[in-house]
T-cell receptor, first 114, second 112 residues
């Protein structure tokens, strides 16, 4: 199945720095989702975006649904050690039939040095 | 508390044996999913179910089987036909196919 292009693959930053990661696709999505996964755990939903151009915040996290509907980015401000983990983007088409499936990026591994 | 539970957390099996992974949800969600995750990879869909007694193949269904006899439960069997079964398996559910999916804690299967 198709996968999204998520970048960067990994990031090593100092505590307090801001972080930005993004996902791009050759196909249009109706919904963009951002999940965080801690080691050995299931992904946890951070932010859901439902409308092109939408900018949504959740605490120190901000995500945007690209105008073209083919991309999305996630920003984390003032990073802290507990931000460590793998961040996944996922796109979903809601046009009915079999076009419900989530398409996942390969993830961005974030390491925060205290 | 409402949520998705998967058991066991870690599972070890000998090559050639079938093994069944459990997934239970008390969220009253109609749809349930099974994903496979390999190191450095995104999640890949194995099977999904929209409603009780109905399920559909995902992108990598070969070597797997499922059942959906109850709304709350969606067990996955990894058969001996699966050529590379060692992986992290994640179950998810949502109210309907177009709604946000929520994930369980996962089961790490190691086939020796």
């Amino acid at each position: 199945g198709q996968q999204l292009n998520q970048s960067p693959q990994s990031m090593f930053i100092q505590e307090g720095e801001d972080v930005s990661m993004n996902c791009t696709s050759s196909s249009i999505f109706n919904t963009w989702l951002w999940y965080k996964q801690d080691p050995g755990e299931g992904p946890v939903l951070l932010i859901a975006l439902y409308k092109a151009g939408e900018l949504t915040s959740n605490g120190r996290l901000t995500a945007q649904f690209g105008i073209t509907r083919k991309d999305s980015f996630l920003n984390i401000s003032a990073s802290i050690p507990s931000d460590v983990g793998i961040y996944f983007c996922a796109g979903q088409r809601n046009s009915g039939g079999s076009n419900y499936k989530l398409t996942f990026g390969k993830g961005t591994l974030l390491t925060v040095n205290p | 508390d409402g949520g998705i539970t998967q058991s066991p957390k870690y599972l070890f099996r000998k090559e050639g044996q079938n093994v069944t992974l459990s997934c239970e949800q008390n969220l009253n969600h109609d749809a349930m999913y099974w994903y496979r995750q390999d190191p450095g990879q995104g999640l890949r869909l194995i099977y999904y179910s929209q409603i009780v007694n109905d399920f559909q193949k995902g992108d990598i269904a070969e070597g797997y089987s499922v059942s959906r006899e109850k709304k709350e439960s969606f067990p996955l069997t990894v058969t001996s036909a699966q050529k590379n079964p060692t992986a992290f398996y994640l179950c998810a559910s949502n109210r309907g196919l177009s709604d946000t999916q929520y994930f369980g804690p996962g089961t790490r299967l190691t086939v020796l």
